[in-house]
């Protein structure tokens, strides 16, 4: 049974992305319209924070205050919204609650974005700032998670990162994940009805603005697509509610086929990304990440 915080949010959120406007293009401004760049007061209150600019960007270290700083295991963080949209309340509220239950530092990056960029900076902006990273941490302290468009990035990274014989994370964590911009997959289709948030039409949208016209099922931007047995231990938490549900179920069954460690964990009625947010449903995520950090 859901929580009555969860039907609460998921209402808010079914009124804001109404799909009555469905057949219109994407307004950037729009999609942009819940973006907070910068730490909300309470985290500053609850958190050590740094902004550390890397290549013109800004880049967020974010440590609880329940907690010592300790470097030995790191958080790679990188942000849904279609490769649109920036940084939300939400994902505020998200590295707060991770940071204060795993005691891990959360490195939360603004990476670039479409219109005004394509995957080309996208990723080669990912695979700088983890190769950064390296010149302070080893590869086994770093976690990388990502929800949505986040995930494809964190992914998308990993594959690069065996292309160019550099050493992988720990573990990928991808939460909702948008897996496949071609959105070819016949399944996705019967998963619209369910899904509150996401619509094909917009999504095809997004596609195009970032892949800049190249083809979807290129690894850099669909990394299902990409060779997969080279993959880290890989956790995927995706609702059977969301959109993109078919195709983490497709990337899961590839990557098991190819002899990738990979696990996925579904969640009846969930929707796209619950997990961020500040819902009872959420905390179980986060603390069966806890686990997986804490599994030998």
């Not at 909300?40 to 329940?66: D, G, H």
């Not at 649109?84 to 998200?94: D, K, R, V």
């Not at 880290?232 to 002899?259: K, M, Q, V, W």
């Amino acid at each position: 049974m859901t929580s009555l915080k969860f039907k609460i949010w998921r209402f808010l959120i079914k009124s804001m992305f109404s799909k009555k406007d469905i057949n219109s293009g994407i307004d950037i401004a729009k999609a942009r319209r819940f973006d907070k760049p910068y730490p909300p007061n309470k985290l500053k209150k609850n958190a050590f924070i740094e902004n550390k600019k890397f290549l013109n960007t800004n880049v967020f270290y974010i440590q609880s205050k329940k907690h010592e700083i300790n470097n030995s295991r790191i958080i790679l963080y990188f942000h849904g919204g279609a490769f649109i949209s920036g940084i939300t309340g939400p994902h505020w509220n998200f590295v707060e609650k991770l940071s204060a239950s795993s005691g891990c530092r959360i490195i939360l990056p603004e990476y670039p974005l479409a219109p005004e960029c394509n995957y080309i900076d996208t990723t080669n902006f990912a695979f700088e700032l983890y190769k950064h990273l390296l010149i302070e941490y080893d590869s086994l302290q770093i976690q990388i998670i990502g929800d949505s468009a986040g995930g494809n990035l964190s992914l998308t990274l990993s594959l690069l990162l065996n292309k160019n014989l550099i050493q992988q994370p720990a573990r990928l964590i991808l939460l909702s994940p948008w897996l496949d911009l071609s959105l070819s997959n016949p399944e996705i289709k019967k998963l619209e009805k369910y899904d509150i948030m996401l619509s094909t039409k917009k999504l095809f949208t997004a596609s195009k603005l970032y892949s800049n016209n190249t083809d979807t099922k290129n690894f850099l931007i669909s990394p299902i697509y990409g060779d997969l047995k080279t993959l880290p231990e890989t956790h995927i938490f995706i609702g059977n509610h969301d959109l993109l549900f078919a195709d983490s179920i497709r990337f899961r069954n590839l990557a098991e086929a190819s002899g990738a460690n990979i696990k996925l964990y579904e969640y009846n009625e969930m929707m796209h990304v619950w997990m961020i947010f500040p819902i009872p449903e959420a905390l179980e995520v986060i603390k069966q990440i806890n686990k997986i950090f804490d599994a030998k």
